[in-house]
């Protein structure tokens, strides 16, 4: 017979002033943040404890401020966007759809967007409809130089050679896929006896790894550089730059120099399957460290489950060196009718 875990977890950190991801093995339906700082200061009309439990909205929850003048506790309700958000990364659904105005040609493109108020730089974002530019659909790309309410860079990208002058849409990706090394789509590769290769999202890879590489054939001229498809490689050196300067790289112990050049697709070309960098065997610096006999590095499955802790005064993270306590509990059963 399966036992469900109905149990409690605990722990203490000391604020950075930044929201924090608290990473529990069993899940949980309820939290209590007592921010023992400011419990034991005089009444300065902050957050001393905080409780959140399954059915409550997301981001908010329970708050218990310290009076200024009697130090007394008066609850309310934790302001929008400033409590608890459970974060479970093994889901990664995009956020919704927004819209964007245009993708121009420069090196790198610069997505035109007023859309910007859920986005930082470092986020990734998926490119889905576009009037032009649909070599970019379906594709990630970690973004940079963020204006808000103005335009982002699609930072690895190279120019694209036909822009997208109207309409279109992104989406927000939360978390990287579920196993690591994750594949990544590869925006260039170097002519040269140690190949660079450059990724459009942010990489995890580690020097020694083996991967595969993925350049299917989509015209006469792209993805170019054939000759490397399905080829076997180890990672020989990391984050070198590339011939823009981008060092989100992967350098490889394959000799390129004699290779056709590698070319991105034009908006015109038919659908296609994206180059890529693909992870493979078990020569990797986390296996070797584990001493693992796993299946393959591919296979490391890395989702975790837990709950933010949002940063502020009001909020159950507290400010700049806090000490705060937590429980969590897990229940045998919920009921939120």
Do not use: C
């Not at 310290?66 to 400033?82: H, S, Y």
């Not at 002519?191 to 990724?199: D, K």
């Not at 490889?252 to 290779?259: K, L, N, P, W």
Request: glycine share 10%; proline share 4%; charged share 10%.
């Amino acid at each position: 017979m399966s036992v469900v875990f109905s149990g409690t977890n605990q722990g203490r950190f000391t604020s950075d002033g930044e929201s924090l991801i608290v990473f529990l093995r069993s899940d949980l339906d309820w939290m209590w943040v007592k921010n023992q700082t400011v419990s034991y200061a005089a009444g300065a009309g902050t957050g001393a404890e905080f409780y959140w439990q399954r059915g409550m909205t997301q981001g908010r929850g329970t708050i218990y401020t310290k009076t200024a003048v009697t130090g007394a506790l008066a609850v309310a309700q934790i302001a929008a966007n400033a409590g608890f958000y459970l974060i479970d990364t093994s889901v990664n659904l995009p956020g919704p759809s927004l819209a964007l105005t245009g993708i121009t040609s420069a090196n790198p493109p610069v997505v035109n967007t007023a859309n910007t108020s859920s986005l930082s730089d470092g986020d990734v974002v998926r490119i889905f409809s576009t009037v032009g530019a649909l070599q970019l659909r379906g594709l990630d790309f970690t973004i940079a130089n963020l204006t808000p309410g103005v335009s982002f860079e699609l930072a690895y990208m190279a120019a694209i050679a036909s822009a997208n002058p109207g309409a279109g849409t992104f989406r927000r990706i939360p978390f990287s896929p579920l196993y690591y090394p994750s594949t990544r789509f590869i925006t260039k590769i170097s002519q040269a006896t140690e190949a660079i290769v450059t990724l459009s999202v942010d990489h995890d890879f580690t020097i020694g790894q083996v991967v595969r590489l993925i350049v299917p054939t989509v015209t006469a001229l792209a993805f170019g550089m054939t000759e490397l498809d399905g080829m076997q490689a180890t990672i020989i050196a990391i984050d070198e730059a590339d011939v823009d300067g981008v060092t989100n790289t992967i350098t490889i112990d394959i000799d390129t120099t004699g290779f056709t050049a590698f070319a991105f697709p034009l908006t015109t070309a038919p659908g296609f399957t994206p180059a890529q960098v693909v992870p493979m065997g078990e020569n990797t610096a986390e296996a070797l460290l584990a001493g693992a006999n796993i299946l393959g590095d591919s296979t490391n499955n890395t989702g975790k489950i837990g709950i933010l802790l949002t940063a502020g005064a009001s909020s159950p993270a507290g400010v700049l060196n806090d000490v705060v306590y937590w429980v969590a509990g897990k229940s045998f059963m919920v009921d939120n009718q």
